[in-house]
């Protein structure tokens, strides 16, 4: 009955059985048709459960008989076959704003549902309101980013932004003349001072060099009072702008980077307006100081009594506000914002290869999302002609919300950059993970000898940086794309690579600068010491006597040992004139005064054979003793050789015959040692006779 059952189940594979082989044929058919009901109302998921029983089953009777029931263990299903999935719960992204100051960042991270974190913990992204060091860049680890480039400050500096656009005017004249004539002081002074002689009717207008919010700025006709040492920016004054109601104004533009090698740029279709408070006129000596109408930086304008708070109508307006009013004057919006987004593009341009450079110098390892982004805030003058012009580009722009026309415009801007960065690109679990497992296999060599397993082909996966860029095609909001569009920026890339150090007029006259600044230092010092000296002049007789009296106390000077080495030089001397005065004298011939000016000491030949002594320089003999008798004297003088040889003394180095020589230090500071020990034994002495006369007394 067994056999035959056993049989059955062998050969009805679509029917599972869930019973021990002891069990009647009956039981086995009705399970067997209530499992088939219970299959076909089942789901998908049930089918694969039921499937791996009956698998499970068949191998079980597969096996002998003597094989117990007890003996089974339950097959493993797995739950994903029986309940649906349930969706990842996304991990809680943090954010560290140490070094951040303003509150309308606190305020979206946390809408976001950031959690703000210190330095020291495992931060997702750093908001600082400061440049980024290289140090900062290189402990990076792969899920982290930052909200600067290294490097950007090549175009936000107002000295590094006029080298970078004065190189790029040199290679691309055409191109890049959408900013003043600029010159970065004290290394173009001459050339900027030529200029204004040239053209007196010029104004200019002078920057610090990394000033902001207006600091240090002023107006000038002339350069005469500017110091050739400051280092300051020195632009020809746009003196013709375009106006609005009479006032003068700038254009914030808000600009977001979200990677430099693919370069994207986006611009925000909504900035602010900032307005001049005092109406404009063409600046002449007695307006040049008046900052309310020539400057527009909000934080000078705002200490203004005609400050006015209007977004409509006031002092700081919406960029969408001044769109309505240039299109009303009939402005070609589209051409106008065109232009605009050029002199964006060719900025960043200029700084892009020292950008891409320092960006893959630090972040070797960021393979998963981009390490940096950054906002910027590009101030753009309009003139008369309506033609864009650059001012500054600001590395850290304020997100100040002190009105509410701040909070609509600057809020909105940082929730499409939150948006558009897409925080829940990176898992930062899943890359501690992978990171703790490469540095395990790279400790053990796990991977060294491992085998191959052939896989099965798979559709390629979307890399990170497809998906990222996808996504800010999909999430741009309210910015626009800027870059890339189309190839009409390529040759701007095709920057020479030489033009990034040299070829500028600062890097030529910078030589120029610190040698003129050498030769007034050495001129003024000669001053100094001609003041310092007696203003007559000195006779001939003066100078012979101070000549002798070098003389002869360097002759009073020189010691022991060089004095026998000056007697034989003296005896050489006579020798040599007597055998001289032996000889017998030629015929005198008339000789000239020119030929006896012209006859000059000759130096002896130079001896080329090694084996060979030099002939000796009777003058330069006389000199190197004189000098050698000198050094001996101040050696002597400041007690050098004794304090050496009351060391060596103590450390036990003396040689017998260093002490024969120089014994004589040694005893001299015995000597000067002695007189205070005496006493104390002449006092002990005394003391002791005292004593024993009161002994003597006593017994008496």
């Known amino acids: 009955m067994e056999l035959e059952w056993h049989k059955t189940a062998l050969n009805d594979e679509d029917q599972p059985t869930h019973y021990g082989p002891k069990h009647s044929h009956s039981t086995k058919q009705r399970s067997s048709e209530s499992m088939t009901e219970q299959l076909s109302k089942e789901d998908t998921a049930e089918d694969t459960a039921s499937m791996l029983l009956l698998n499970y089953d068949n191998k079980l009777y597969d096996e002998d008989d003597t094989s117990q029931p007890t003996s089974r263990t339950a097959p493993i299903i797995p739950i994903e076959a029986t309940r649906k999935k349930k969706k990842r719960k996304r991990s809680q992204i943090s954010i560290c704003l140490t070094n951040c100051r303003y509150e309308s960042i606190r305020k979206v991270a946390s809408a976001f549902g950031m959690r703000e974190v210190s330095e020291e913990e495992a931060w997702n992204f750093y908001w600082t309101d400061m440049s980024v060091s290289v140090e900062r860049a290189k402990e990076m680890k792969r899920f982290q980013r930052i909200n600067h480039f290294p490097g950007m400050l090549e175009i936000c500096r107002k000295d590094l932004l006029a080298r970078n656009l004065n190189r790029m005017q040199k290679i691309y004249p055409k191109e890049y003349n959408f900013f003043p004539k600029t010159w970065c002081l004290p290394a173009d002074f001459s050339e900027a001072f030529n200029y204004s002689k040239a053209r007196k009717n010029k104004t200019f207008i002078i920057k610090p060099e990394c000033g902001s919010q207006g600091r240090g700025i002023y107006l000038t006709k002339s350069l005469k009072d500017i110091k050739p040492t400051d280092k300051l920016i020195c632009q020809v004054y746009l003196a013709k702008p375009y106006l609005v109601d009479g006032y003068k104004f700038d254009i914030r533009v808000y600009t977001l980077i979200t990677s430099c090698d693919p370069l994207r740029i986006f611009v925000y279709n909504e900035g602010l307006v900032r307005f001049a408070t005092s109406r404009y006129a063409d600046p002449n000596a007695n307006n040049t100081t008046n900052v309310f109408m020539h400057l527009t930086n909000y934080a000078l304008n705002k200490h203004s009594r005609t400050y006015v708070y209007d977004s409509e109508a006031g002092s700081k307006r919406k960029i969408s506000t001044l769109n309505k009013i240039l299109l009303s004057q009939g402005v070609d919006l589209d051409r106008l914002w065109h232009a605009i987004d050029q002199v964006i593009v060719k900025t960043i341009i200029s700084a892009w290869p020292i950008l891409k450079h320092s960006y893959h110098a630090c972040f070797p390892s960021h393979d998963m999302v981009h390490a940096c982004f950054e906002i910027l805030g590009f101030d753009i003058l309009l003139d008369h002609k309506l033609h864009p012009y650059i001012l500054e580009v600001n590395h850290s722009p304020s997100f100040h919300t002190d009105t509410q026309l701040d909070r609509e415009v600057k809020e909105g801007l940082l929730t499409d950059t939150f948006t558009m960065l897409n925080i829940w690109q990176c898992d930062k679990k899943r890359v501690l993970e992978e990171d703790r497992k490469r540095i395990r296999e790279r400790l053990l060599q796990t991977n060294k000898f491992a085998e191959y397993t052939p896989t099965e082909e798979k559709e390629p996966e979307k890399s990170p940086w497809q998906t990222q860029i996808q996504w800010e095609e999909t999430h741009l909001g309210n910015y626009r794309r800027v870059y890339p569009v189309g190839e009409q920026y390529a040759s701007l890339f095709q920057q020479p690579s030489g033009s990034?150090?040299?070829?500028?007029?600062?890097?030529?006259?910078?030589?120029?600068?610190?040698?003129?600044?050498?030769?007034?230092?050495?001129?003024?010092?000669?001053?100094?010491?001609?003041?310092?000296?007696?203003?007559?002049?000195?006779?001939?007789?003066?100078?012979?006597?101070?000549?002798?009296?070098?003389?002869?106390?360097?002759?009073?000077?020189?010691?022991?040992?060089?004095?026998?080495?000056?007697?034989?030089?003296?005896?050489?001397?006579?020798?040599?004139?007597?055998?001289?005065?032996?000889?017998?004298?030629?015929?005198?011939?008339?000789?000239?005064?020119?030929?006896?000016?012209?006859?000059?000491?000759?130096?002896?030949?130079?001896?080329?054979?090694?084996?060979?002594?030099?002939?000796?320089?009777?003058?330069?003999?006389?000199?190197?003793?004189?000098?050698?008798?000198?050094?001996?004297?101040?050696?002597?003088?400041?007690?050098?050789?004794?304090?050496?040889?009351?060391?060596?003394?103590?450390?036990?180095?003396?040689?017998?015959?260093?002490?024969?020589?120089?014994?004589?230090?040694?005893?001299?500071?015995?000597?000067?040692?002695?007189?205070?020990?005496?006493?104390?034994?002449?006092?002990e002495k005394t003391h002791k006779t005292s004593n024993h006369r009161q002994h003597l007394d006593d017994i008496q």
């Open 500 to 683: 990034l150090y040299t070829g500028t007029a600062s890097s030529r006259a910078r030589g120029d600068c610190t040698r003129l600044q050498r030769e007034e230092f050495q001129q003024t010092k000669a001053k100094a010491e001609a003041l310092k000296k007696p203003s007559q002049p000195k006779s001939k007789e003066a100078d012979k006597k101070e000549k002798d009296g070098e003389e002869a106390t360097i002759a009073s000077v020189t010691s022991e040992q060089t004095r026998p080495r000056a007697r034989e030089l003296k005896r050489k001397e006579k020798d040599d004139k007597n055998k001289l005065s032996t000889k017998p004298s030629l015929v005198q011939q008339p000789v000239s005064q020119t030929e006896v000016k012209e006859k000059k000491p000759t130096k002896p030949p130079y001896v080329l054979c090694s084996y060979e002594p030099d002939p000796i320089v009777e003058k330069e003999e006389r000199e190197r003793v004189n000098q050698l008798a000198q050094r001996d004297f101040l050696i002597r003088s400041y007690g050098m050789l004794e304090q050496i040889y009351l060391i060596m003394k103590k450390m036990g180095t003396l040689r017998p015959e260093d002490e024969r020589k120089y014994g004589v230090y040694g005893r001299l500071s015995v000597v000067s040692n002695s007189p205070p020990k005496l006493k104390i034994k002449d006092k």
